[in-house]
Nanobody
């Protein structure tokens, strides 16, 4: 695998939950700072959660109370648990290092929150 691959998105109603999964390139090390990003329709991409060495997590804005980032070193994967979703969470979600490497962006996974 030469780039990030995201999966797990879908259509959910407000208040619902999703868990997104990221498959990391084999070149990513356990020391890398990892992050999830989102891009809302018509907006630029921005980070929503980071996970650093020792499992330290950082969340952007209101994501801190509703999102949970985790990494499985052995499986070379990363997840983002999305809880209490709102229509404002509708976006394409990506994973990458922090700061990101432009050559490794995947296709993202679409999250749509709508009733």
């Amino acid at each position: 695998q030469v780039q990030f691959v995201e999966s797990g998105g879908g259509l959910v109603q407000p208040g619902g939950s999703l868990r997104l999964t990221c498959s990391l390139p084999e070149t990513i090390t356990s020391q890398s700072i990892m992050a999830w990003y989102r891009q809302r329709p018509g907006e630029s991409r921005d980070w929503v959660a980071q996970i650093k060495r020792l499992g330290i997590q950082i969340y952007n804005g209101d994501a801190r109370s509703r999102h949970k980032i985790a990494r499985d070193i052995a499986k070379n994967t990363m997840t983002l648990q999305l809880n209490r979703l709102t229509p404002n969470d509708t976006a394409v979600y990506y994973c990458n290092q922090f700061p990101p490497l432009d050559t490794l962006w995947g296709q993202g996974t679409q999250v749509t929150v709508s009733s």
